[in-house]
């Protein structure tokens, strides 16, 4: 008897609309995520202050903790305190990437749900199964469950620096490369595709690619949130990061690595290495296509506009496959030289700007 269908770890509740923030305590008790109204919140201690003056009064059972401070050791504080302080029915992250990474670690460990509550849209990780931790050693990628619920305040997004919003764009946008590379490794190595990964993270990028408006519509916001979402749950569907992250972010964790003090958002540099890597496959015209939509939004396409110079870059793309070994992508395909990476971006920057 084959199996005929299958379980997809995803959240309950996804809630992305104006004013979301102020139902919290009843979307969460109607979905029985907390029905005794219990529930530990983690913020940062710098701007998440100003969100616990706003919310506290709303959430009467909620206690809050800004130990979360996007390290593994910050993250094992926060679940010692939430620990120490009592019985709770969830663990609400309440902030951007890194302290709902420290959240999502912390209620692993304390064995409680977590919901995920964005005040920025940087990147995909509000819905992965993947908290992201500096750790001694740099940093770490650490598996966790997906989060029970997302919510996801328009008003709440609006009041981000709008750099942080943008940079989902550039997190969302490269998936049309990362899950090419994933189609070049299954025709070049025999490595497996998740048809349904692939679709999910895929889609979530042509729509954000096709989108006419921008980061100051409502209509848009929206688009962009439920593709972050769409591209977290594709990563629980493939078991992996494969259908969200090929030679995009192997340059953008290269220039991480190469150039620590001065790397860019994750979001800015994954468009960028996504259009690069676009190129670098042989589809001009697609390369073309998002390089003009990430320019449409204010994002970089070349290295100068987040101040690199081109040497760096060529530097930053001869780095980039050994930062995830064994990950098969258009950079290992062609294995190219210093010389070789310096003409391939040579045409690509003369390409994007014609
Ligand atoms: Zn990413």
Redesign the pocket.
């Known amino acids: 008897m084959p199996v005929l269908t299958r379980l997809i770890p995803s959240p309950v509740v996804v809630d992305i609309r104006r004013g979301a923030l102020d139902d919290l305590a009843a979307i969460l008790s109607d979905q029985r995520i907390a029905p005794s109204g219990r529930m530990a919140f983690a913020i940062s201690g710098g701007s998440g202050q100003a969100l616990r003056e706003r919310f506290a009064p709303t959430l009467p059972g909620a206690d809050w903790f800004d130990d979360a401070d996007g390290t593994i050791d910050g993250a094992v504080r926060l679940a010692d305190s939430i620990k120490k302080a009592g019985h709770y029915d969830t663990v609400v992250g309440l902030g951007g990437g890194k302290i709902i990474d420290c959240a999502k670690y912390a209620a692993a460990r304390v064995g409680l749900p977590l919901v995920a509550v964005a005040t920025n849209l940087a990147?995909?990780?509000l819905c992965s199964p993947v908290a992201t931790l500096d750790n001694d050693a740099g940093r770490g990628s650490y598996g966790v469950p997906n989060p029970i619920g997302i919510v996801i305040d328009l008003d709440v997004i609006r009041d981000a620096p709008v750099r942080y919003v943008r940079a989902g764009i550039g997190?969302v946008i490269?998936k049309i490369s990362a899950v090419a590379d994933w189609e070049l490794s299954h025709r070049e190595t025999g490595e497996q595709i998740d048809g349904l990964a692939a679709a999910m993270a895929r889609q979530a990028a042509e729509a954000v690619l096709r989108h006419p408006g921008g980061v100051g519509d409502d209509d848009f916001l929206t688009t962009l949130s439920e593709a972050l979402v769409l591209c977290g749950i594709s990563m629980s569907v493939a078991g992996d990061s494969r259908p969200?992250?090929g030679a995009c972010?192997e340059i953008?964790h290269a220039f991480d690595l190469v150039f620590p003090k001065r790397c860019a958002l994750?979001?800015e540099q994954?468009g960028l290495g996504g259009a690069f890597a676009t190129y670098l496959r042989g589809d001009h015209d697609m390369a073309r296509q998002m390089a003009g939509v990430l320019r449409q939004h204010g994002l970089p396409v070349l290295p100068e506009e987040i101040g690199f110079t081109a040497d760096e870059f060529i530097q930053v793309v001869e780095f980039a496959p050994k930062t995830r070994p064994g990950r098969y992508t258009i950079l290992e395909h062609l294995d190219l030289s210093t010389h070789e990476i310096k003409d391939r971006y040579a045409d690509y920057a003369k390409a994007i700007s014609s």
Do not use: E, L, P
């Open positions: 990147n995909d990780g997190d490269c969200a992250s972010h953008s994750h979001g994954c």
